[in-house]
């Protein structure tokens, strides 16, 4: 009898070895001091584009809806009683409405936002201290990042509905107090289920991307209540999604003890990250005008293959659609010089100027950066008989260029303003970055009120 082949899942058997390396290596230990910070940051950054993305009519008539059926014990500033379903689903979406969250490179989405989502309400109703919530986040940030950085997604598709769960998993796993064998155990779970989200939303300008996050999100506690209920999953659940379901990349993931969260970035604009090349070279530019952009008559931008496949949206029509648009983005900087929510709100939005800039820009391939395989691009704005060239490499929020924790505490008081008098959001943020003892979340989540 001729042997059976092995299946060809067990080619990713080192790859989901390494990811469960990394979880458990952070399953009961306090994070680092270098990835407890970064935490602490990102928490703070994603707190406040939900309180931001709550003001948008369709997220408070989603709060509205669910506190109705699912009334609960967390709320957020001016809202409803949520369950903690409801409240990290509400969450997720919320902190992405304006796409002012934080991301990763390395794995080509945000790791953050759901597990904040799912972790925040979890950790005041358990009464939980601000140090088991920094270290379940750090781990979180670790298992998604890795995720996302392995199992790649299929042309066609979107990050958000997808691997983020992963993280959310292993995160509540860890604050519940499973140990090392139920936060494996919960990312097994998860991997047995990790749907497939597409990116057409956000071709056709259809908010439904925004629910993605919510349903990694909901995917994620769903799975660490299953595992602390002792529910099993198969080990190789992970090896088979990646063989079956993924565009998985064969290259080894980062060591397990290296914190990938400490190359987390964190947005000063509100747009995808591969908007924010063009939006700093045109911030640059429009600087050198005078803040004048009638007599600009021709702008060029030449970037890296990624940017073009993501963000090539023209003349969009609906705020999702400018989120992913390079052109737009660009347009947006020269104008107004600022790519903040306000520029997705109607006065803006359709302003005549800046869809005549928009309608200017042409977007190349640079060759040289697509053969490094590195992010960047140059700028060339014609003013009159003047060329404006700018070039970047590194932007704000890289982990080469870091946001300081005074301009990610500056940026949340701004965005949460709608919701939170400027005194309260400044104890909060002071006291959840400053703070050398571990204060209850719930006494945190108060300063709020």
Not at 62 to 81: A, I, K, M, Q, Y
Not at 106 to 120: E, I, S, T
Not at 431 to 445: G, I, P, T
Request: one cysteine or more; glycine letters at 8%.
């Amino acid at each position: 009898m001729k042997p059976i082949p092995d299946p060809s899942w067990l080619r990713w058997q080192e790859h989901a070895a390494s990811l469960k390396s990394a979880a458990t290596l952070r399953a009961t230990r306090p994070a680092t001091e270098p990835a407890s910070n970064a935490a602490r940051l990102i928490l703070l950054d994603t707190i406040g584009c939900m309180l931001a993305g709550r003001e948008a009519p369709e997220v408070m008539a989603f709060e509205e809806n669910l506190s109705s059926l699912e009334s609960g014990p967390f709320t957020f500033p001016g809202g409803r009683r949520l369950s903690l379903n409801a409240a990290a689903q509400v969450g997720a979406m919320a902190a992405t409405w304006d796409e002012a969250c934080e991301g990763h490179a390395y794995a080509h989405g945000r790791p953050g936002v759901p597990a904040v989502a799912a972790l925040l309400p979890l950790a005041i109703a358990r009464e939980c201290g601000l140090d088991a919530t920094v270290d379940a986040l750090a781990l979180a940030y670790e298992v998604g990042a890795r995720g996302g950085g392995w199992l790649r997604i299929r042309p066609g598709m979107h990050v958000d509905g997808n691997w983020p769960a992963l993280g959310v998993a292993a995160g509540v796993a860890r604050l519940l107090g499973l140990g090392a064998a139920g936060i494996l155990g919960a990312i097994d779970i998860a991997a047995c289920q990790l749907p497939s989200s597409t990116y057409l939303p956000v071709t056709q300008g259809k908010t439904a991307r925004n629910t993605y996050l919510a349903h990694s999100a909901s995917l994620g506690m769903s799975a660490a209540f299953a595992a602390q209920a002792s529910i099993s999953a198969p080990e190789d659940a992970l090896a088979y999604y990646a063989a079956n379901f993924s565009a998985a990349t064969p290259d080894a993931l980062p060591a397990p003890q290296d914190d990938l969260i400490l190359d987390a970035y964190i947005k000063p604009h509100a747009a995808v990250r591969h908007v924010h090349y063009g939006a700093e070279m045109a911030m640059s530019a429009r600087e050198e005008l005078g803040g004048t952009t009638a007599g600009i008559t021709r702008i060029v931008l030449s970037t890296y293959r990624e940017a073009t496949v993501y963000c090539g949206n023209r003349a969009p029509q609906t705020p999702i659609q400018a989120q992913f648009s390079l052109s737009y983005g660009i347009a947006a900087m020269l104008r107004f010089g600022v790519l903040d929510a306000s520029v997705y709100r109607k006065e803006r939005f359709d302003d005549p100027e800046l869809r005549r800039l928009e309608a200017l820009v042409e977007i190349k391939l640079d060759r040289a950066l697509e053969e490094q395989g590195k992010r960047g691009g140059s700028l060339t704005v014609s003013n009159g008989y003047t060329d404006i060239e700018r070039d970047v490499r590194t932007i704000p929020g890289d982990a080469r260029m870091p946001l300081s924790a005074e301009e990610i505490a500056a940026k949340f008081m701004r965005y949460a303003k709608g919701r939170v008098p400027h005194e309260k959001s400044f104890v909060f943020s002071n006291a959840l970055l400053a703070s050398e003892v571990d204060v209850k979340m719930r006494a945190l989540w108060d300063l709020l009120f």
